[in-house]
């Protein structure tokens, strides 16, 4: 019978564990919240920066970090529910812009106080005086060493939709 050392201790916390567990999370909470008024995280992502100014679908597709397929189907259903529509770009005619509709703009208003509401429900669990350092380190990281995957990783290690 051979003994077996037990696995080494930790030395720093799971920086990986302790992301992804928070985004569930978080996508959660947003994705209950939204669904009480009928949208998903995507459909209020493409609202509200199609409501900023005039972007192509691909534009809206890259911000949001949705593939073309989903892209489509979140455009789809905006168009059945009456919030946006497709139509061709003032410059350039290949091109089609996503318009948001006065419905639309009605429920991405609403969705961004409740976008707004679940993250300041997020931030009030931690102490005040630490939510604007919390909120500096976590851009600093999104923004700088962890803003974009390595080449070679793998497809589906896509980084996480975080505009909102």
């Known amino acids: 019978m051979t003994a077996m050392s037990p696995p080494p201790q930790r030395t720093q916390p799971d920086l990986s564990y302790l992301l992804d567990h928070t985004g569930h999370v978080l996508r959660a909470q947003m994705a209950t919240a939204l669904a009480e008024i ?6 209020h992502c493409v609202l509200v920066h199609a409501l900023e100014e005039e972007r192509t679908q691909a534009r809206l ?8 397929t989903t892209m489509v189907v979140t455009v789809d259903a905006l168009e059945q529910a009456g919030l946006a529509e497709r139509r ?46 919390f909120l500096a380190l976590l851009t600093h990281l999104a923004e700088g060493h962890l803003s974009t995957p390595p080449a070679t990783a793998a497809p589906s290690a896509r980084r996480a939709r975080q505009r909102g």
């Open 38 to 43: 009928g949208l998903t995280a995507r459909m």
């Open 61 to 68: 597709a890259e911000i949001g970090d949705m593939d073309k």
């Open 88 to 133: 061709p770009s003032s410059t350039d005619r290949r091109a089609r812009i996503i318009a948001v509709t006065e419905k639309g703009a009605r429920a991405a208003e609403q969705s961004r106080r409740i976008v707004d509401g679940v993250h300041e429900r997020a931030l009030a669990s931690l102490p005040e005086s630490d939510r604007e350092t």
